[in-house]
C-alpha cells in the first residue's frame, strides 16, 4: 500500500485485500482489526469468522508494477533490491480468502521479478497447500511450487513464544522457499532456536540447519536448510505487554552463535530504564518478578517486592523506546538470492 513503509524490515507494504481472524496470542492486539474498525465505524467489517475479505483497489495492486519498473532507480540508490512486506492489513494465507485472490497475487508476484516479496504468515499450515494450489491454475497443472520455489518469494512464520515455535517452525521448515526467516513480534516470551523437539520423534536445529532423525527403515533423513533471518521486537499500542530484555538477548546471541542475520526492530510500548535516562521525569511502571509481569504489577510501588536481577521497564511509547539492544543497533538482513546468499548489512 505503501511505498515508504515505517516497518524497519522492509522497504515497501502491499495489501492485495484487507481482512483476517485472530490466530493466537500474538493476534490480542492487531493494529489491522483496530484500524478497520476506525474505518468501520467502531466495528471490524473485515474480520473473524464470516467475514468478507475486502480486496483492495486496482490503483493498488498497479503500484507493485511501478515499483518494478524502478528498479534501476532504487537499486542505483540503495544498492539492493527492494523488499515488499505483502499483507500488513491481512494474511495470505487466510482460509477465509477467495483462492482466485492468491492466484492474482502470484500473477502478480510472477510479474514484478525485480521486487523481492516477503510474505509473513500467521497460517504458515497452509502455505505450501496454498501456493500449490494456485501455481496448479496458473500452470495448468504442469509445475509444482516444489519443483522451483521463486527465488524473489520469502517465506516467513510470525512466532509468539516457545509453544509458536515448536508448532510452526518445522511447518516453516517444510515449506519449499529460498528465504525462511522468523518474525517474533511481539515477542511474549523465551524462545530456543537451537533445537526443536518434534513431538519427541525428532530433533531439528533451526540456525544450523541439521537434524537429528530417521526415517522408518532407520537411515538419517537429509539435513535441513538454516532459518535465513530472525527478526525480534516488542509490541506496541494500546494494552501492550512488556517484553523482557532477557528473551531479545538470548536470541541476538543465538542468532550470532549460528552466524544467522538478526534484525531487533522495536522495544515496543516498555523498555528497560538504560534507553529513557535521557527522559527527565519518566515514572517507572512495571517490573518484573520471577520472570512474570502481570497488569497488577503497575501498582507497585518501586521497590515493592523488586528482585534485583529483574529490570524495571518503563512505558515510554514505541518512538521513545526505540530500536537499541544493549547499546547496539541490530539491523542485519540476508541477502536477496537474486544477489548471492550472504548476509549483509550488518550495522552495530
Ligand atoms: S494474523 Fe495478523 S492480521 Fe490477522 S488477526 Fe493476527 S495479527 Fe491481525
Not at 119 to 125: A, E, V
Not at 132 to 161: K, Q
Not at 201 to 215: F, H, M, R, S
Amino acid at each position: 500500500m505503501t511505498e515508504r513503509s515505517n516497518i524497519e524490515w522492509t522497504d515497501a507494504t502491499f495489501n492485495p485485500w484487507e481482512g483476517c481472524q485472530k490466530m493466537g496470542l500474538g493476534c490480542d492486539h492487531c493494529y489491522a482489526e483496530t484500524r478497520n474498525a476506525r474505518f468501520g465505524g467502531g466495528v471490524a467489517p473485515n474480520w473473524g469468522p464470516g467475514a468478507p475479505r475486502r480486496r483492495t483497489s486496482a490503483e493498488n495492486w498497479r503500484q507493485p508494477i511501478k515499483w518494478n519498473a524502478e528498479h534501476d532507480a532504487f537499486v542505483a540508490e540503495h544498492g539492493r533490491r527492494r523488499r515488499v512486506f505483502c499483507a500488513s492489513l491481512a494474511d495470505v494465507f487466510d482460509n477465509a480468502v477467495d483462492p482466485q485472490w492468491r492466484i492474482d497475487l502470484l500473477q502478480l508476484i510472477a510479474d514484478t521479478p525485480n521486487l523481492d516479496w516477503l510474505l509473513l504468515t500467521k497460517r504458515i499450515g497452509n502455505a505450501h497447500q496454498m501456493l500449490d494450489a494456485a501455481l496448479d491454475v496458473m500452470s495448468h497443472g504442469l509445475t509444482r511450487w516444489a519443483d522451483y520455489p521463486w527465488p524473489n518469494v520469502w517465506i516467513g512464520a510470525t512466532i509468539a513464544n516457545q509453544i509458536e515455535a515448536d508448532r510452526d517452525i518445522p511447518k516453516l521448515m517444510a515449506v519449499p522457499a529460498r528465504v525462511r526467516f522468523l518474525s517474533m513480534e511481539p515477542l511474549l516470551g523465551p524462545v530456543d532456536l537451537t533445537r526443536i523437539d518434534i513431538n519427541g520423534w525428532a530433533e531439528i536445529y533451526p540456525l544450523t540447519g541439521t537434524t537429528e532423525c530417521t526415517d522408518d527403515d532407520g537411515n538419517p533423513m537429509p539435513d535441513i536448510p538454516a532459518l535465513d533471518w530472525i527478526i525480534v521486537g516488542g509490541e506496541s499500542g494500546p494494552g501492550a505487554r512488556p517484553m523482557h530484555p532477557d528473551w531479545a538477548r538470548s536470541l541476538r546471541d543465538q542468532c550470532a552463535a549460528a552466524g544467522v542475520p538478526f534484525l531487533f526492530k522495536q522495544w515496543g510500548e516498555w523498555t528497560p530504564g538504560v534507553n529513557v535516562e535521557r527522559h527527565a521525569g519518566i515514572v517507572k511502571t512495571a517490573m518484573w518478578l520471577n520472570s512474570e509481569w502481570s497488569v497488577g504489577m503497575e501498582s507497585l510501588a518501586a521497590d515493592d517486592g523488586h528482585i534485583d536481577d529483574e529490570p524495571d521497564l518503563y512505558r515510554v511509547g514505541k518512538k521513545a523506546a526505540g530500536r537499541r539492544l544493549d547499546g547496539c543497533t541490530h539491523n542485519e538482513f540476508p541477502r536477496s538470492p537474486k544477489e548471492g546468499h550472504d548476509h549483509v548489512n550488518r550495522e552495530h
